[in-house]
């Protein structure tokens, strides 16, 4: 079989998984649609606009063309943001064969028709959703590239797929876990950059630590609560992709959703916010998709309530605590069902 691996786009994160690639395989290619950013990889082997001061390991070649990018790969990496995967995967379909590994690293959903990213990849290119898998975790590219300590996780409905994308990426910097929960993985891994604003707005407005760890674990509450109305297994929450992530997106200046959310609680608008982040801050269409899957299924989702109001209807994010505070008097620990009891105490 081929060494080569093919990753598709040239993002922070997309990167940052090229250089893991790299130690691994000895072919790494990136596919990116900006000619000059191809140009800096290949000649200069940095990739400065979205890690400045990296140096690439030189066996990571960039093309802005699809073919030369996935033709003759052993396994395709898919980093592009939620709002491209649909057209990236199209493009990658006439390229695609059916022995090829397909990965994907992107946390959020399909605004439009709030579907998962494996969906969507999976109907581009005409296979069974079984056969894609999705990487996820507490993993900030900025430290990735560092060659930092970082464990993350692999979720596929084939445990063989799992197994092939463990394989690919796992070296002593990259440590990296199987889990047959597709649907919980991805589910936690979009959710958890919503509470990762929450907790920026909270930092923001100077409110300190008692009210982000409140954030994270209540956050983590709805993220489960929404993931089991949507088929998950609630152990995944538990897991890497689930508090682990959020914990490390709600608590880092490296998250853009922590900065973008910090920007907003001192009171910066949201497209200045935007304007200023120069990259893609998932949290904000995930806010917008999971608001209408919870009002659909009528999960209760507070959190995300408030943030969708400061986000798309005005709301101060002061009111929008004030509102949250505010609220009837609850049980902290929900009815559960018997089968869920027994999974947390096997």
Sequence with gaps: MSDKVALLVAGSWGTALATVLAANHPQVHMWTRNPGQAEEINLKHTNDHYLPG?????NIVATTSMEEAVTGAKAVVIV?????MREVSRSLK???KEDMLCVHATKGFETETMKRMSTVIAEELGCDEGRIVVLSGPSHAEEVVRHCPTTVVVASQSEK????AQDLFMNNDFRVYTNRDLVGVELAGALKNIIALGAGMSDGLG???NAKAALITRGIAEISRIGQELGANPMTFAGLAGIGDLVVTATSQHSRNWRAGSMLGQGCPLQEVLDSMGMVVEGIRTTQAAYS???KLGVQMPITDQIYHVLFQGRSPRDAVEALMGRDPK????KITQETWEQWHT
Excluded: K, N
């Design 54 to 58: 990296i140096v690439l390991p030189d």
């Design 80 to 84: 592009a943001p939620s709002s491209g």
């Design 94 to 96: 006439a390229y695609w």
């Design 161 to 164: 797929e799992a197994v092939r």
């Design 207 to 209: 409110y300190g630590d």
């Design 293 to 295: 899957i919870a009002t």
């Design 331 to 334: 049980a902290e620990l929900e």
